[in-house]
């Protein structure tokens, strides 16, 4: 089983910052993809970054220039640096940790954190 932890939300105004994490622990061989979702009263669950093994990474269209994605391999943790925010971007944030289950097989699995909330006033 694999544990997602995430951390770094709150309460901000208009215009200001805040940097996200997620750490995964457990079993597994090798992590593949990190992203981050989130999804807002009402509405349904929106990929907002996600990043490559490799560290290429890719964001939605309503994102991007605010909001940087990043990992840090040695850690098993994937950041999101959210700046500009709007109250738009008021949601409950989810990180998504592909892994590969084991070095004898190409098998993954999908793991989520438990949420962490970011709410911008206007």
């Known amino acids: 089983q694999v544990q997602l932890v995430e951390s770094g939300g709150g309460l901000v105004q208009a215009g200001g910052s805040l940097r996200l994490s997620c750490a995964a622990s457990g079993r597994f061989f090798s992590i593949n993809a990190m992203g981050w979702y989130r999804q807002a009263p009402g509405k349904q669950r929106e990929l907002v970054a996600d990043i490559t093994s490799g560290g290429s990474p890719n964001y939605a269209d309503s994102v991007k220039g605010r909001f940087t994605i990043s990992r840090d391999n040695a850690k098993n943790t994937v950041y999101l640096q959210v700046n500009s925010l709007k109250p738009e971007d008021t949601a409950v944030y989810y990180c998504?940790?592909?892994?590969?289950?084991?070095?004898?097989?190409?098998?993954?699995?999908?793991?989520w954190g438990q949420g962490t909330q970011v709410t911008v006033s206007s």
């Open positions: 998504n940790v592909r892994v590969r289950n084991s070095f004898t097989s190409w098998t993954v699995n999908d793991y």
